[in-house]
């Protein structure tokens, strides 16, 4: 079975710190994602990594940077803390796989973590 | 501009009974398409998928979907509700854009409570 772990199920945290947050995936997968979730407005992807060394912004970055020098551990910081970034933290990986003709790669399914519960006071 | 619509955001059903959930998406092409549950507390799960071939796909769990290409829905389905079932359902979409990247939106997701 695909294994996604992230490094805390809770954490709380105080405004202005810096926060690591660890995603480790196990299957050797190529693409690996962060999103926050948050009441009524679904999951929201804040940055993703298709390769080592490798990230794209997704729709709400600001605020976040990522790291991936290991292709199984992808890391997302929080520069700054601030109360506005309290919410919860999934982590999610997935094999590219090549589709159609052009065969540019793509996504495909997601692996999700158990989440992390980021608190900022 | 491509989107993802879940149009109940709660459905409470009886143990037993049947269920539907909508999944509704505005897009020119057939793009693939996702139900992920997410259990209280926990990350989510892939339920099933649709990328070609029989518009009618079953996942785990019990749960069936179909892809309706008129009606641009891709509704969940199961014939008979367990309290276990009660969690958050998620519809997600895989749309291409220019240049042969890929986006995956997300549905705002259905919150489904089983009475007992």
């Known amino acids: 079975d695909v294994k996604v772990t992230q490094s805390s199920r809770y954490l709380v945290k105080r405004t202005g710190e810096k926060v690591f947050l660890e995603c480790v995936q196990d299957m050797d997968h190529e693409n690996m994602f962060w999103y926050r979730q948050d009441p009524g407005l679904g999951l929201r992807l804040i940055y993703f990594s298709y390769d080592v060394k490798m990230k794209e912004k997704g729709d709400i970055p600001e605020g976040y940077s990522v790291s991936r020098e290991k292709k199984e551990r992808f890391s997302l910081i929080l520069e700054s803390a601030s109360t506005n970034q309290t919410s919860m933290y999934l982590c999610a990986s997935s094999f590219i796989f090549v589709w159609g003709l052009a065969g540019r790669l793509s996504y495909n399914e997601q692996f999700f973590g158990p989440g992390t519960r980021l608190t900022v006071l | 501009a491509q989107s993802v619509t879940q149009p109940d955001i709660h459905i409470t059903v009886s143990e037993g009974a049947s269920l539907e959930l909508r999944c509704n998406y505005s897009?020119?092409?057939?793009?693939?398409l996702f139900w992920y549950v997410q259990s209280p507390g926990q990350g989510l799960q892939l339920l099933l998928k649709?990328?070609?071939?029989d518009t009618l796909v079953q996942g785990i769990k019990g749960f069936e979907a179909e892809f309706k290409r008129s009606q641009s829905s891709f509704n969940l389905r199961k014939p008979s509700v367990h309290w276990s079932d009660a969690a958050e359902y998620f519809c997600?979409?895989?749309?291409?854009?220019?240049?042969?990247?890929?986006?995956?939106?997300w549905g705002l997701g259905t919150s489904l409570a089983v009475n007992p």
């Open positions: 997600a979409v895989l749309f291409r854009r220019a240049g042969n990247n890929r986006k995956l939106i």
């Open positions: 897009y020119g092409a057939t793009p693939y």
């Open positions: 649709y990328f070609s071939g």
